[in-house]
């Protein structure tokens, strides 16, 4: 089982970037998927998540109206467009997979599966 996150980079505050989360190995259909970050001498905080079908979602605060978690289960991808982006939001980015049809928390050992991150650095 395996989960790659690709998309991050470099973006200035007030920009956007799009997270992808491909899976291999093992199809997400059946998994809620969640978002999460670690910034610099912080702990890993919960971002979003989806649910199986994609019709349940759900956000962090400090997130709201600027992110949105989506998925192509065809593509075996879960994506995270982040737009209104802002310093703070500089971070390791992780995608993670729960057994599960929603998602039950953030509580990380809930998720038995992650990928190995992509870093988001918003600069001017």
């Known amino acids: 089982l395996q989960l790659v996150e690709s998309g991050g980079g470099l973006v200035q505050p007030g920009g956007s970037l799009r997270l992808s989360c491909a899976a291999s190995?093992?199809?997400?259909?059946?998994?809620?998927i969640g978002w999460f970050r670690q910034a610099p001498g912080k702990e890993r905080e919960g971002v979003s998540c989806i649910s199986s079908s994609g019709v349940s979602t759900n956000y962090a605060d400090f997130v709201k109206g600027r992110f949105t978690i989506s998925r192509d289960n065809a593509k075996n991808t879960v994506y995270l467009q982040m737009n209104s982006l802002k310093p703070e939001d500089t971070a390791v980015y992780y995608c993670?997979?729960?057994?599960?049809?929603?998602?039950?928390?953030?509580?990380?050992?809930?998720?038995?599966?992650w990928g190995q991150g992509t870093q988001v650095t918003v600069s001017s």
């Open positions: 993670a997979a729960m057994q599960a049809i929603f998602c039950r928390s953030y509580y990380a050992p809930d998720f038995g599966s």
């Open positions: 190995g093992f199809t997400l259909d059946y998994y809620a």
